[in-house]
Protein backbone atom coordinates (compact mmCIF):
# COMPACT_ATOMS: atom_id res chain seq x y z
CA UNK A 1 0.00 0.00 0.00
CA UNK A 2 1.14 3.43 -1.05
CA UNK A 3 0.32 7.11 0.00
CA UNK A 4 1.11 10.38 -2.05
CA UNK A 5 3.24 8.06 -4.22
CA UNK A 6 2.40 8.56 -7.52
CA UNK A 7 4.92 11.27 -9.02
CA UNK A 8 7.64 10.01 -7.58
CA UNK A 9 11.51 11.47 -9.49
CA UNK A 10 11.18 10.31 -12.49
CA UNK A 11 15.21 10.17 -13.56
CA UNK A 12 16.21 6.44 -14.46
CA UNK A 13 13.40 5.05 -14.94
CA UNK A 14 12.45 3.52 -18.11
CA UNK A 15 10.35 5.76 -21.25
CA UNK A 16 7.05 4.03 -20.65
CA UNK A 17 6.98 5.57 -16.92
CA UNK A 18 9.20 8.72 -17.73
CA UNK A 19 6.73 9.47 -20.47
CA UNK A 20 3.52 8.99 -18.72
CA UNK A 21 1.07 11.52 -19.09
CA UNK A 22 -0.05 13.51 -16.24
CA UNK A 23 -2.48 15.83 -18.10
CA UNK A 24 -5.86 14.20 -20.08
CA UNK A 25 -4.15 16.77 -23.43
CA UNK A 26 -1.14 14.58 -22.97
CA UNK A 27 -2.95 10.69 -22.89
CA UNK A 28 -3.36 8.47 -25.76
CA UNK A 29 -6.04 6.92 -26.76
CA UNK A 30 -9.41 6.17 -24.95
CA UNK A 31 -10.92 9.17 -27.35
CA UNK A 32 -14.63 7.63 -27.00
CA UNK A 33 -14.19 7.73 -23.08
CA UNK A 34 -11.82 10.95 -22.89
CA UNK A 35 -12.98 13.42 -25.82
CA UNK A 36 -14.27 17.07 -25.54
CA UNK A 37 -17.78 16.41 -23.53
CA UNK A 38 -17.30 12.99 -22.84
CA UNK A 39 -18.82 11.68 -19.60
CA UNK A 40 -15.16 10.28 -18.43
CA UNK A 41 -13.53 13.61 -19.08
CA UNK A 42 -15.84 15.51 -17.50
CA UNK A 43 -15.93 13.47 -14.31
CA UNK A 44 -12.38 13.87 -13.72
CA UNK A 45 -12.23 17.70 -14.88
CA UNK A 46 -14.86 18.48 -12.60
CA UNK A 47 -13.07 16.86 -9.42
CA UNK A 48 -16.63 14.53 -9.24
CA UNK A 49 -15.75 11.19 -9.55
CA UNK A 50 -17.79 8.46 -8.41
CA UNK A 51 -16.45 4.45 -8.05
CA UNK A 52 -15.42 3.32 -11.40
CA UNK A 53 -13.71 0.24 -13.08
CA UNK A 54 -11.32 0.51 -15.47
CA UNK A 55 -11.59 -2.37 -17.96
CA UNK A 56 -9.03 -3.02 -20.33
CA UNK A 57 -6.08 -5.32 -21.40
CA UNK A 58 -2.44 -4.12 -20.37
CA UNK A 59 -0.69 -0.93 -21.79
CA UNK A 60 -3.82 1.03 -22.46
CA UNK A 61 -3.88 3.80 -19.59
CA UNK A 62 -5.89 2.41 -16.74
CA UNK A 63 -3.14 3.17 -14.26
CA UNK A 64 -2.58 6.28 -15.76
CA UNK A 65 -5.76 7.92 -16.08
CA UNK A 66 -5.87 6.60 -11.78
CA UNK A 67 -2.29 8.64 -11.68
CA UNK A 68 -3.95 11.77 -13.59
CA UNK A 69 -7.11 11.66 -10.93
CA UNK A 70 -4.62 11.65 -8.14
CA UNK A 71 -3.11 14.78 -9.78
CA UNK A 72 -6.49 16.44 -10.39
CA UNK A 73 -8.28 15.63 -7.13
CA UNK A 74 -8.28 17.27 -3.96
CA UNK A 75 -9.79 14.50 -2.13
CA UNK A 76 -7.46 12.08 -0.15
CA UNK A 77 -5.73 9.28 -3.00
CA UNK A 78 -4.43 6.43 -1.76
CA UNK A 79 -2.44 4.04 -4.08
CA UNK A 80 -2.86 0.37 -3.32
CA UNK A 81 -2.02 -2.66 -4.95
CA UNK A 82 -3.80 -6.23 -5.03
CA UNK A 83 -0.49 -8.08 -5.39
CA UNK A 84 0.88 -6.90 -2.05
CA UNK A 85 -1.67 -5.65 0.26
CA UNK A 86 -4.02 -8.25 2.59
CA UNK A 87 -6.88 -7.78 4.40
CA UNK A 88 -4.81 -6.06 7.50
CA UNK A 89 -4.05 -3.21 5.40
CA UNK A 90 -7.42 -2.90 3.36
CA UNK A 91 -8.72 -2.41 7.13
CA UNK A 92 -6.04 0.02 8.34
CA UNK A 93 -6.50 2.08 5.15
CA UNK A 94 -10.67 2.14 5.52
CA UNK A 95 -10.16 3.24 9.18
CA UNK A 96 -7.82 6.64 7.78
CA UNK A 97 -10.55 6.51 5.37
CA UNK A 98 -13.27 6.82 8.20
CA UNK A 99 -11.45 9.35 9.88
CA UNK A 100 -11.00 11.42 6.77
CA UNK A 101 -14.91 11.51 6.06
CA UNK A 102 -15.71 12.90 9.85
CA UNK A 103 -13.70 15.51 8.74
CA UNK A 104 -15.79 15.91 6.19
CA UNK A 105 -12.67 14.84 3.23
CA UNK A 106 -13.15 12.48 0.73
CA UNK A 107 -10.65 9.44 0.14
CA UNK A 108 -10.03 7.85 -3.30
CA UNK A 109 -8.77 4.68 -3.16
CA UNK A 110 -6.96 3.09 -6.05
CA UNK A 111 -7.02 -0.77 -6.60
CA UNK A 112 -4.51 -1.44 -8.67
CA UNK A 113 -5.23 -5.63 -10.41
CA UNK A 114 -8.09 -5.49 -8.49
CA UNK A 115 -9.43 -9.45 -10.00
CA UNK A 116 -6.30 -10.49 -8.12
CA UNK A 117 -8.00 -9.71 -4.62
CA UNK A 118 -10.06 -12.63 -3.38
CA UNK A 119 -13.62 -12.09 -1.91
CA UNK A 120 -13.77 -11.35 1.31
CA UNK A 121 -11.06 -8.69 0.81
CA UNK A 122 -13.36 -7.44 -1.49
CA UNK A 123 -15.85 -7.31 0.67
CA UNK A 124 -13.86 -5.76 2.69
CA UNK A 125 -14.56 -2.53 1.22
CA UNK A 126 -17.88 -2.70 0.51
CA UNK A 127 -19.34 -1.11 3.60
CA UNK A 128 -16.85 2.09 3.02
CA UNK A 129 -18.07 2.37 -0.47
CA UNK A 130 -21.73 2.24 0.29
CA UNK A 131 -21.97 4.54 3.34
CA UNK A 132 -19.56 6.97 1.22
CA UNK A 133 -16.29 6.97 3.80
CA UNK A 134 -13.97 6.10 0.45
CA UNK A 135 -14.61 6.77 -3.16
CA UNK A 136 -12.79 3.07 -4.99
CA UNK A 137 -11.07 3.14 -8.06
CA UNK A 138 -10.59 -0.34 -9.51
CA UNK A 139 -8.22 -1.39 -12.92
CA UNK A 140 -8.27 -5.26 -13.79
CA UNK A 141 -7.57 -6.69 -17.01
CA UNK A 142 -10.03 -9.62 -16.17
CA UNK A 143 -13.89 -9.40 -17.12
CA UNK A 144 -15.32 -7.18 -13.93
CA UNK A 145 -18.53 -9.19 -14.33
CA UNK A 146 -16.33 -12.27 -13.31
CA UNK A 147 -13.42 -10.73 -11.30
CA UNK A 148 -15.79 -8.37 -9.03
CA UNK A 149 -17.83 -8.89 -6.56
CA UNK A 150 -21.79 -8.20 -7.96
CA UNK A 151 -22.25 -5.59 -4.83
CA UNK A 152 -18.97 -3.65 -5.54
CA UNK A 153 -19.81 -3.96 -9.43
CA UNK A 154 -23.09 -2.07 -9.14
CA UNK A 155 -21.98 0.37 -6.71
CA UNK A 156 -19.08 1.05 -9.73
CA UNK A 157 -19.45 2.70 -13.51
CA UNK A 158 -17.39 0.19 -15.51
CA UNK A 159 -15.43 1.91 -17.94
CA UNK A 160 -13.83 0.30 -20.97
CA UNK A 161 -10.61 0.90 -22.39
CA UNK A 162 -9.51 -0.27 -25.77
CA UNK A 163 -6.27 -1.54 -27.85
CA UNK A 164 -4.61 1.81 -29.17
CA UNK A 165 -4.82 2.23 -32.54
CA UNK A 166 -1.57 1.89 -34.71
CA UNK A 167 -1.90 6.23 -35.66
CA UNK A 168 -2.36 6.44 -32.12
CA UNK A 169 1.03 4.88 -31.09
CA UNK A 170 2.85 6.24 -34.17
CA UNK A 171 2.15 9.72 -32.51
CA UNK A 172 3.26 8.67 -28.64
CA UNK A 173 5.86 7.41 -30.46
CA UNK A 174 7.29 10.67 -31.93
CA UNK A 175 6.11 12.28 -29.18
CA UNK A 176 9.05 9.94 -27.17
CA UNK A 177 11.02 11.38 -29.08
CA UNK A 178 10.67 14.75 -29.42
CA UNK A 179 10.22 15.04 -25.56
CA UNK A 180 12.58 16.17 -23.21
CA UNK A 181 11.32 13.62 -20.74
CA UNK A 182 11.78 10.65 -23.83
CA UNK A 183 14.83 11.04 -26.25
CA UNK A 184 14.14 15.17 -26.90
CA UNK A 185 17.63 16.11 -26.16
CA UNK A 186 19.16 13.92 -28.40
CA UNK A 187 19.31 13.40 -32.26
CA UNK A 188 17.21 10.27 -33.38
CA UNK A 189 17.17 8.79 -36.74
CA UNK A 190 14.24 6.35 -37.21
CA UNK A 191 11.44 6.50 -40.51
CA UNK A 192 8.22 6.70 -40.26
CA UNK A 193 8.05 3.03 -41.70
CA UNK A 194 10.18 1.76 -38.58
CA UNK A 195 8.08 3.86 -36.04
CA UNK A 196 4.64 2.12 -37.93
CA UNK A 197 6.23 -1.16 -37.26
CA UNK A 198 7.02 -1.03 -33.80
CA UNK A 199 3.55 -0.08 -33.48
CA UNK A 200 2.18 -2.90 -35.08
CA UNK A 201 4.00 -5.32 -33.00
CA UNK A 202 2.73 -3.70 -29.99
CA UNK A 203 -0.93 -4.69 -30.51
CA UNK A 204 -2.07 -1.60 -29.15
CA UNK A 205 -0.22 -1.48 -26.09
CA UNK A 206 1.50 1.73 -24.89
CA UNK A 207 3.52 0.50 -22.67
CA UNK A 208 5.03 -2.30 -24.97
CA UNK A 209 5.29 0.32 -27.86
CA UNK A 210 7.67 2.65 -25.73
CA UNK A 211 9.82 -0.01 -23.99
CA UNK A 212 10.78 -1.65 -28.01
CA UNK A 213 11.41 1.95 -28.89
CA UNK A 214 13.41 2.55 -26.18
CA UNK A 215 15.67 -0.68 -26.57
CA UNK A 216 15.86 -0.20 -30.69
CA UNK A 217 17.40 4.04 -29.44
CA UNK A 218 19.40 2.48 -27.38
CA UNK A 219 21.10 -0.70 -29.32
CA UNK A 220 20.88 2.10 -32.49
CA UNK A 221 24.33 3.16 -33.86
CA UNK A 222 26.19 6.20 -32.58
CA UNK A 223 28.33 8.38 -34.99
CA UNK A 224 30.69 10.91 -34.05
CA UNK A 225 27.88 13.73 -33.44
CA UNK A 226 26.07 11.30 -30.88
CA UNK A 227 23.66 11.24 -33.16
CA UNK A 228 21.62 7.61 -33.15
CA UNK A 229 20.61 6.29 -36.05
CA UNK A 230 18.03 2.72 -36.16
CA UNK A 231 18.24 0.19 -38.56
CA UNK A 232 15.49 -2.50 -39.90
CA UNK A 233 18.24 -4.87 -38.90
CA UNK A 234 18.10 -3.15 -35.11
CA UNK A 235 14.15 -3.16 -35.06
CA UNK A 236 14.01 -6.94 -36.27
CA UNK A 237 16.50 -8.15 -33.67
CA UNK A 238 14.93 -6.02 -30.90
CA UNK A 239 11.44 -7.30 -31.56
CA UNK A 240 12.73 -11.01 -32.40
CA UNK A 241 9.21 -12.25 -33.67
CA UNK A 242 7.13 -11.62 -36.62
CA UNK A 243 4.11 -9.39 -35.10
CA UNK A 244 0.96 -11.43 -36.29
CA UNK A 245 -1.95 -9.64 -37.85
CA UNK A 246 -4.47 -9.92 -35.54
CA UNK A 247 -6.86 -7.49 -34.11
CA UNK A 248 -8.14 -8.25 -30.49
CA UNK A 249 -11.19 -5.88 -31.53
CA UNK A 250 -11.77 -6.15 -35.28
CA UNK A 251 -12.89 -8.43 -37.88
CA UNK A 252 -9.70 -10.73 -38.08
CA UNK A 253 -10.33 -11.50 -34.07
CA UNK A 254 -13.37 -12.65 -35.11
CA UNK A 255 -12.33 -14.45 -37.77
CA UNK A 256 -9.97 -16.60 -36.25
CA UNK A 257 -12.11 -17.80 -32.95
CA UNK A 258 -14.59 -18.56 -36.13
CA UNK A 259 -11.99 -20.73 -37.95
CA UNK A 260 -10.85 -22.08 -34.37
CA UNK A 261 -14.68 -22.95 -33.27
CA UNK A 262 -15.68 -24.76 -37.02
CA UNK A 263 -12.28 -26.65 -36.60
CA UNK A 264 -13.15 -28.38 -33.56
CA UNK A 265 -16.79 -28.88 -35.21
CA UNK A 266 -15.20 -30.62 -38.04
CA UNK A 267 -13.09 -32.86 -35.78
CA UNK A 268 -9.52 -31.37 -37.16
CA UNK A 269 -7.78 -31.17 -34.29
CA UNK A 270 -4.35 -29.71 -35.97
CA UNK A 271 -6.10 -27.35 -37.59
CA UNK A 272 -8.10 -26.47 -34.29
CA UNK A 273 -4.40 -26.23 -32.61
CA UNK A 274 -3.40 -24.10 -35.56
CA UNK A 275 -5.92 -21.60 -34.94
CA UNK A 276 -5.61 -22.03 -30.91
CA UNK A 277 -1.79 -20.93 -31.12
CA UNK A 278 -2.39 -18.22 -33.61
CA UNK A 279 -4.42 -16.44 -31.05
CA UNK A 280 -2.56 -17.00 -28.22
CA UNK A 281 0.97 -16.04 -29.39
CA UNK A 282 -0.40 -12.74 -31.07
CA UNK A 283 -1.82 -12.07 -27.45
CA UNK A 284 -4.75 -13.27 -26.80
CA UNK A 285 -6.66 -13.84 -23.66
CA UNK A 286 -6.50 -17.13 -22.69
CA UNK A 287 -9.46 -16.54 -20.71
CA UNK A 288 -11.34 -15.95 -23.69
CA UNK A 289 -10.80 -18.77 -25.89
CA UNK A 290 -11.19 -21.06 -22.96
CA UNK A 291 -14.56 -19.22 -22.23
CA UNK A 292 -15.25 -20.17 -26.43
CA UNK A 293 -14.50 -23.45 -25.55
CA UNK A 294 -16.49 -24.22 -22.71
CA UNK A 295 -19.34 -23.22 -24.83
CA UNK A 296 -18.49 -24.77 -27.99
CA UNK A 297 -18.42 -27.97 -24.95
CA UNK A 298 -22.09 -27.81 -24.97
CA UNK A 299 -23.25 -26.17 -28.31
CA UNK A 300 -21.48 -28.94 -30.62
CA UNK A 301 -20.25 -31.75 -28.26
CA UNK A 302 -22.83 -31.62 -25.69
CA UNK A 303 -24.43 -34.75 -23.47
CA UNK A 304 -22.58 -37.12 -26.92
CA UNK A 305 -20.13 -36.89 -24.64
CA UNK A 306 -20.58 -35.01 -20.95
CA UNK A 307 -17.29 -35.28 -20.01
CA UNK A 308 -16.52 -32.41 -22.87
CA UNK A 309 -17.73 -29.32 -20.21
CA UNK A 310 -15.82 -30.96 -17.27
CA UNK A 311 -12.95 -31.12 -19.59
CA UNK A 312 -13.46 -27.13 -20.71
CA UNK A 313 -14.15 -25.82 -17.47
CA UNK A 314 -11.10 -27.49 -16.15
CA UNK A 315 -9.40 -26.01 -18.82
CA UNK A 316 -10.36 -22.08 -17.71
CA UNK A 317 -9.60 -23.04 -14.11
CA UNK A 318 -6.14 -24.03 -15.17
CA UNK A 319 -5.77 -20.99 -17.60
CA UNK A 320 -7.24 -18.88 -14.47
CA UNK A 321 -4.77 -20.29 -12.23
CA UNK A 322 -1.22 -20.35 -13.60
CA UNK A 323 -2.04 -17.70 -17.32
CA UNK A 324 0.10 -17.59 -19.93
CA UNK A 325 2.80 -19.25 -21.49
CA UNK A 326 1.71 -21.88 -19.34
CA UNK A 327 -1.53 -22.30 -19.80
CA UNK A 328 -1.36 -23.18 -23.49
CA UNK A 329 -1.09 -26.70 -22.90
CA UNK A 330 -3.96 -27.08 -20.75
CA UNK A 331 -5.88 -25.18 -23.66
CA UNK A 332 -4.21 -27.44 -26.51
CA UNK A 333 -5.88 -30.51 -24.21
CA UNK A 334 -9.15 -29.09 -24.19
CA UNK A 335 -8.93 -28.11 -27.92
CA UNK A 336 -8.02 -31.98 -28.64
CA UNK A 337 -10.70 -33.14 -26.83
CA UNK A 338 -13.74 -31.12 -28.61
CA UNK A 339 -12.53 -31.79 -31.45
CA UNK A 340 -12.08 -35.27 -31.15
CA UNK A 341 -15.64 -35.49 -29.15
CA UNK A 342 -18.53 -37.49 -30.98
CA UNK A 343 -20.77 -34.14 -31.62
CA UNK A 344 -24.39 -33.21 -31.23
CA UNK A 345 -25.91 -29.87 -31.23
CA UNK A 346 -29.21 -30.95 -30.06
CA UNK A 347 -28.62 -28.86 -26.52
CA UNK A 348 -28.21 -25.45 -28.84
CA UNK A 349 -31.33 -26.72 -30.92
CA UNK A 350 -33.53 -27.62 -27.99
CA UNK A 351 -33.09 -23.98 -26.43
CA UNK A 352 -33.63 -22.43 -29.29
CA UNK A 353 -36.65 -23.99 -29.78
CA UNK A 354 -37.75 -23.64 -26.25
CA UNK A 355 -36.98 -19.90 -26.68
CA UNK A 356 -39.07 -19.29 -29.28
CA UNK A 357 -41.94 -20.80 -28.21
CA UNK A 358 -41.29 -18.88 -25.01
CA UNK A 359 -41.17 -15.30 -26.42
CA UNK A 360 -44.14 -16.15 -27.93
CA UNK A 361 -46.09 -17.83 -24.82
CA UNK A 362 -44.80 -15.56 -22.55
CA UNK A 363 -48.24 -15.09 -20.66
CA UNK A 364 -48.70 -18.43 -20.75
CA UNK A 365 -49.80 -19.61 -17.21
CA UNK A 366 -47.93 -22.09 -15.09
CA UNK A 367 -50.05 -25.34 -14.80
CA UNK A 368 -51.72 -25.61 -11.38
CA UNK A 369 -50.66 -29.09 -10.86
CA UNK A 370 -46.47 -28.11 -10.36
CA UNK A 371 -47.24 -24.71 -8.59
CA UNK A 372 -45.82 -24.33 -5.10
CA UNK A 373 -48.42 -23.70 -2.16
CA UNK A 374 -46.93 -21.80 0.50
CA UNK A 375 -49.87 -20.02 2.16
CA UNK A 376 -53.58 -21.66 2.58
CA UNK A 377 -54.93 -19.32 -0.11
CA UNK A 378 -52.91 -20.93 -2.64
CA UNK A 379 -54.26 -24.01 -1.76
CA UNK A 380 -57.54 -22.99 -1.78
CA UNK A 381 -57.13 -22.19 -5.22
CA UNK A 382 -55.68 -25.77 -5.99
CA UNK A 383 -52.11 -24.79 -6.16
CA UNK A 384 -50.45 -27.78 -6.38
CA UNK A 385 -53.66 -29.50 -6.48
CA UNK A 386 -52.60 -33.61 -8.02
CA UNK A 387 -49.03 -33.46 -7.60
CA UNK A 388 -47.45 -36.47 -8.33
CA UNK A 389 -44.24 -37.25 -6.73
CA UNK A 390 -41.98 -39.12 -8.71
CA UNK A 391 -39.52 -40.71 -6.28
CA UNK A 392 -43.34 -42.11 -4.94
CA UNK A 393 -44.06 -44.05 -7.71
CA UNK A 394 -42.48 -47.60 -8.92
CA UNK A 395 -40.97 -46.57 -11.98
CA UNK A 396 -40.02 -43.07 -11.03
CA UNK A 397 -42.09 -41.59 -13.32
CA UNK A 398 -45.59 -40.26 -13.61
CA UNK A 399 -48.40 -39.01 -16.33
CA UNK A 400 -48.16 -35.31 -14.81
CA UNK A 401 -48.67 -32.52 -17.84
CA UNK A 402 -45.59 -30.08 -16.86
CA UNK A 403 -46.04 -27.72 -19.89
CA UNK A 404 -49.06 -25.70 -20.55
CA UNK A 405 -51.97 -26.91 -22.18
CA UNK A 406 -51.30 -24.82 -25.61
CA UNK A 407 -47.56 -26.74 -26.11
CA UNK A 408 -48.64 -30.11 -24.42
CA UNK A 409 -47.21 -32.08 -27.03
CA UNK A 410 -44.12 -29.99 -27.57
CA UNK A 411 -40.73 -31.80 -28.20
CA UNK A 412 -37.74 -29.71 -27.91
CA UNK A 413 -34.72 -32.27 -27.17
CA UNK A 414 -34.01 -34.20 -29.70
CA UNK A 415 -31.21 -36.70 -29.39
CA UNK A 416 -28.68 -38.00 -31.94
CA UNK A 417 -27.35 -41.11 -31.92
CA UNK A 418 -23.77 -39.60 -31.50
CA UNK A 419 -21.38 -40.79 -28.72
CA UNK A 420 -23.38 -41.51 -25.11
CA UNK A 421 -25.96 -39.52 -26.70
CA UNK A 422 -27.41 -42.90 -28.40
CA UNK A 423 -27.71 -43.92 -24.69
CA UNK A 424 -30.25 -40.63 -23.66
CA UNK A 425 -32.10 -41.28 -26.99
CA UNK A 426 -33.03 -44.63 -25.75
CA UNK A 427 -34.29 -43.53 -22.57
CA UNK A 428 -36.35 -40.64 -23.71
CA UNK A 429 -37.94 -43.32 -26.08
CA UNK A 430 -38.48 -45.74 -22.98
CA UNK A 431 -39.96 -42.72 -20.56
CA UNK A 432 -42.56 -41.45 -23.44
CA UNK A 433 -43.51 -44.93 -24.09
CA UNK A 434 -44.43 -45.48 -20.73
CA UNK A 435 -46.01 -42.16 -20.31
CA UNK A 436 -48.43 -43.18 -23.41
CA UNK A 437 -48.76 -46.37 -22.08
CA UNK A 438 -50.34 -44.39 -18.63
CA UNK A 439 -51.75 -41.55 -20.37
CA UNK A 440 -54.93 -42.75 -19.50
CA UNK A 441 -54.42 -42.96 -16.06
CA UNK A 442 -53.99 -38.81 -15.45
CA UNK A 443 -55.96 -37.72 -13.12
Known amino acids: MEQKTLFENTQNQPLASRLRPKTLDEFAGQTHLLGEGKVLRRLIESDNITSLIFWGPPGVGKTTLARIIANKT ?5 DFSAVTSGIKEIRTVMQQAEDNRTLGK ?50 SKVFVLQPLKTEELITLLKRAINDERGFGNQTINITDDMLKLIAEFSNGDARTALSTLEMVILNGDINEKEEITVTT ?7 SKKSLIYDKNGEEHYNIISALHKSMRNSDPDASVYWLARMLEAGEDPLYIA ?33 MPECSVHLTEAVIYMAM ?3 SNSMDV ?41 HDSKDKLTNMQCLPDSLADREYYKPTEQGFESKYKTKLAQIKAWKKAHKSDKQ
Open 74 to 78: HSEFI
Open 106 to 155: KTIIFVDEIHRFNKAQQDAFLPFVEKGSIILIGATTENPSFEVNSALLSR
Open 233 to 239: EIIEQCI
Open 291 to 323: RRVTRFASEDVGLADPHALEIAVAAYQACHFIG
Open 341 to 343: APK
Open 350 to 390: AYMYAKSDALKHLAEPVPLVIRNAPTKLMKELDYGKGYQYA
